[in-house]
């Protein structure tokens, strides 16, 4: 028989132990998933209180509605009246309050929200209580409690006796409009046109201005916006440049305000046939034995090549305004093309030398888009 494998302890010996650090471990263990327990349960609690404190602030608001002058020691006792039928332990004592707003947004004393002209006037009552964790590990970072709050809204759905009293007045009457405008940049294709009726005049709320009804006169291109513009600044993008007429109403509770036009330039109502021509330079210069300053690359391509420019901008006529879509298109005599208005930097190459290259300008825009060309000779020496 030959010798045991293991020497030491008998395998009962080793399970023994083995079971010992599993009690061990559990034992050590069990504390942490108890805290944890009770974590998830104060804070289901928080969450719990909290939907509860909607629903109080709802019931609140929903007594309001019919009662908005009644004082907060009313107003919690009626809310309450939800709060209690959910309540558990830990929560402190709820408090309501509630503010009153008109139609325009305005503060305004819960005991005129009830007036005459109440329609539209709301009532928002906010609620709050203190609530304890049942946790000494959470309740350590709030000592004293931590406060929840929240808050719900309401129309005022009553008027008081005899129409009460409004909670605001006003002297109406229609605004006067006006507006001013930026230059607009008039060489654009489709101009731009910046407004602002900011200084329309206007009453205290609730008759300050509450519309803007523009009419620009031409159509609008951008496809990112419409044709109804109703704020006080507005910019429209107009198709082409011509003359329009641009009209403001303005409206407060009184009603529309008389029409306020001005006559507006953008760019040239009507396009021109356009007439070509270019400058070149340098200016051609020839010396007393016929040798000119127009010189093509030497051999090789090396230097020595006159450096051109054709400027056809300042020379051709009916060609500065964008609105009329001028289009240019140049053929300089070597095979190479430009659609600038201005081609500099030109030069040509060696196998030019000794030859006269035509450079041709034609140009287009809307009233002649068949386009007229002008060609000047280049004599390479």
């Excluded at 030109?346 to 030398?353: E, F, I, Q």
Aim: hydrophobic content about 35%.
């Amino acid at each position: 028989m030959g010798a045991s494998p293991h020497p030491g302890a008998t395998r009962p010996e080793r399970r023994e132990r083995s079971r010992g650090q599993a009690v061990v471990e559990f034992a050590l263990i069990i504390p942490v998933f108890m805290l944890l327990l009770l974590l998830a349960v104060d804070f289901g609690r928080l969450f719990f209180t909290y939907i509860q404190l909607n629903n109080t602030a709802r019931e609140g608001a929903a007594y309001a509605a019919l009662n908005p002058t009644t004082d907060n020691s009313t107003l919690t006792t009626n809310a309450l009246l939800e709060s209690n039928v959910q309540a558990q332990s830990g929560e402190g004592a709820v408090t309501a309050t509630a503010s009153c707003v008109d139609s325009f947004g305005t503060s305004l004393a819960c005991s005129s929200a009830l007036g005459g002209t109440g329609a539209g006037n709301r009532v928002t009552v906010n609620v709050g209580e203190t609530f304890s964790f049942f946790t000494p590990l959470i309740g350590s970072f709030w000592p004293g409690g931590l406060h929840i709050g929240t808050t719900a809204s309401a129309a005022v759905v009553d008027y008081a006796p005899g129409g009460g009293i409004p909670p605001t007045t006003c002297t109406i009457k229609p605004p006067t409009p006006t507006f001013t405008y930026s230059t607009p940049d008039t060489t654009a294709p489709q101009p731009i046109l910046e407004v602002n009726a900011s200084g329309s005049s206007s009453l205290a709320s609730p008759c300050q201005n509450v519309g803007y009804n523009w009419d620009f006169g031409g159509q609008n291109t951008d496809p990112s916006s419409s044709d109804l513009f109703e704020g006080p600044i507005v910019a429209y993008q107009y198709g082409n440049g011509g003359t329009y007429t641009v009209t403001l109403v303005v409206s407060n509770a009184a009603g529309d305000s008389p029409p306020f036009s001005r006559t507006i330039t953008l760019g040239t109502a009507t396009c021109k046939a356009p007439v070509p021509d270019f400058t070149i330079s340098p200016a051609l210069t020839t010396d007393k034995h016929g040798n000119t300053n127009w010189n093509a690359a030497g051999p090789g391509n090396s230097g020595g090549a006159t450096i051109f420019k054709f400027d056809g901008a300042t020379s051709s006529s009916f060609m500065g305004d964008a609105t009329c879509h001028p289009v240019w298109a140049w053929a300089l005599g070597d095979g190479t093309t430009a659609s600038t208005s201005t081609v500099s930097g030109k030069t040509y190459s060696h196998a030019y030398s000794g030859q006269t290259v035509h450079v041709k300008l034609t140009v287009k825009n809307d009233a002649l888009p068949a386009g007229a060309s002008i060609t000047k000779d280049i004599p390479l020496q």
